[in-house]
DNA sequence: CAACATTAATTGTATCAACATATATTTGTG
DNA sequence: CACAAATATATGTTGATACAATTAATGTTG
C-alpha cells in the first residue's frame, strides 16, 4: 500500500520528506515483524542482535564496549542485555584476567544453536526483498550511509 | 562511514542483508537525531507526530482510533500519549456527542505554534536529503511502499 | 426489548530504555 | 609512589512501551 494511503496523508511537502516519514514508518514495520518472529522463542531484537555480533567474533572473546560498539541501536544498557543472555545460558561472562574493569565475552554452544534456528525465519523476511535489482540495492545502501554523514546537531 | 565500518562487520550475506541491516540502524540514527532536536521543546516524537496528525485535519475533529491509524508507531497507548498534549494544552479532548465512547481530538493555537516553531529544525534534517535526486527519492520510496507488501506472518 | 457481541477508550502490570551517577580498576603525571 | 584523570562496567531512577484486561457505550439479533 502507498505510504499516503497507510498513515492516511493525502501529501507530502516533497519527495525528501515523504522519505523521511517512509523510513521510519517502514523500518518500524519491519522491526515489529521481527519482533512477532522472535517472541516465540523468548529473545527480543536486541538480544539476538547480541548474539550475532558474538557468534561473528568467531570465538574471540569480545568486552561489552566491543559490543556496544557493533550493536544497531546504541544500547545504554548493554550490560543488562547481557544479564539476561548470562541467564539464559547462551553467553559465558568473565572477567578479563588482564584487565580486572573488562568482561569477557563469548557465546555458548546453546547461544549458537539458538542463532541457527532463528536463521531461517529471519532469511525469509530477507527474501521479501529479492524484487529489489541487486543494482538498486547497493545504491539504496550508498544513500542509506550517505544519510549518516550528516553531521549530528548535539 | 561504511555500515561496515560503523559496525564493523566485515561482509554482509548479501546486499539484501545489508539492506535490512542498514535500514535498521540508519533509521535509528534519524530517530536519535529528531530525538535531539525535539528534547529541548519538552516533546517526543510521537507526541509530535500526533499534532502532526491533527494539524493535517485541518480544523477537523479526530477520534483516538483515527490518530492511531494515522501514526508511525502503531501505538499500543496512544491514550496516555494524549493525556500528556491535553495537560500541556496542545490538544483538546472532549467526549463525541453523537458516539460517547469516542473522543473528539482538536489542536490547540498553542499545538499549532509548538508545531510552526518545530518545522524550521525538522526541515533542516530533512534538507540534508537534498544529496538524493528526486527521481531516486522516488524510486526508494516505491521500494519502501513494496516492502511492506509482504504478508505480515502473524 | 433483553442478551450478547462489538467497538472505543482507558488502565494495570511487567518489561524495557535513556540518562545520569556510582564503583572499581587502570593509566598517566608530577 | 601518591593522586588525579580516564576507562569499563554496573546501577538507580524515571519515563516509555507492549500486552492484556477492564469499563463504558453502542449495535445486533432472536
Same mark, same amino acid.
Given at each position: ?30 522491526? +515489529?515483524? =521481527? #519482533?512477532?518472529? @522472535? ?9 539476538? !542482535? ?49 584487565? +580486572?574493569? =573488562? #568482561?569477557?565475552? @563469548? ?9 541457527? !534456528? ?37
Amino acid at each position: 500500500m502507498r505510504l499516503e494511503d497507510e498513515i492516511k496523508q493525502s501529501h507530502f511537502k516533497s519527495e525528501h520528506h515523504k522519505l523521511m516519514i517512509n523510513l521510519l514508518f517502514t523500518t518500524s514495520w519491519l522491526q +515489529r515483524m =521481527q #519482533s512477532s518472529f @522472535l517472541r516465540p522463542h523468548d529473545i527480543t531484537i536486541e538480544q539476538y !542482535n547480541i548474539l550475532r555480533i558474538l557468534r561473528g567474533a568467531k570465538g574471540e572473546k569480545l568486552s561489552l564496549n566491543d559490543v556496544s560498539s557493533r550493536m544497531i541501536d546504541r544500547a545504554s544498557n548493554t550490560s543488562r542485555l547481557i544479564d539476561k543472555l548470562v541467564n539464559k545460558k547462551w553467553v559465558i561472562r568473565n572477567i578479563c584476567p588482564n584487565d +580486572r574493569r =573488562q #568482561s569477557e565475552l @563469548l557465546i555458548t554452544d546453546k547461544g549458537l544453536e539458538i542463532l541457527s !534456528n532463528l536463521q531461517g525465519p529471519i532469511d525469509e523476511i530477507i527474501e521479501q526483498f529479492s524484487f529489489i535489482s541487486v543494482s538498486d540495492t547497493k545504491k539504496f545502501n550508498q544513500v542509506l550511509d550517505e544519510i549518516r554523514n550528516i553531521n549530528n546537531p548535539s
